[in-house]
């Protein structure tokens, strides 16, 4: 399937990682591994709940420096082993719709992420699908390429250790 991308919605980070896609998925897809990369020092995530699966509940904690404690509710929409995730904070595990009115922190976008071999290293792609061109400049001003970017040098450099 080919992406047709929104230039005003869809936010994108493309990555030529060192370590090979096996690695790469293994640190995205096993929590205890997921905690030590997933976001930018000096957040970290405290907490992941990883249900592989297509309907299977993404959860991660993230914790601030100043004791800040953010849970992330989600949902996997798509699972395709070493080469593929998409994920949802707009569903809750098994298709649960999220209350956009009460879960009010969430960015309410789709992520997906590629991972293909290239060379000896793995060709990363994160695309963030946002709802409007509104809430993919509020999350390019958070800033996506900047945090993004950091999580996935931590990334692989925990994947290249693996």
Not at 109 to 123: D, L, M
Not at 127 to 154: L, N
């Amino acid at each position: 399937m080919t992406l047709t991308l929104d230039p005003t919605r869809d936010l994108v980070l493309d990555r030529l990682l060192k370590a090979p896609p096996a690695k790469v998925w293994r640190a995205w897809t096993e929590p205890a591994l997921l905690c030590q990369w997933f976001c930018p020092k000096p957040w970290s995530v405290s907490e992941a709940v990883i249900d592989l699966r297509p309907g299977g509940r993404f959860f991660t904690r993230m914790a601030g420096p100043e004791g800040e404690s953010v849970p992330n509710e989600g949902s996997f929409l798509e699972v395709v082993p070493e080469r593929k995730l998409v994920f949802t904070d707009m569903f809750r595990a098994d298709f649960a719709p999220v209350d956009l009115v009460q879960s009010g922190a969430g960015l309410h976008f789709a992520a997906i992420v590629t991972f293909a071999p290239e060379g000896s290293g793995t060709r990363y792609r994160a695309v963030a699908r946002h709802r409007s061109a509104a809430d993919a400049k509020t999350h390019d001003d958070m800033g996506f390429q900047i945090g993004w970017g950091i999580a996935a040098d931590q990334l692989d450099a925990l994947a290249q250790g693996l």
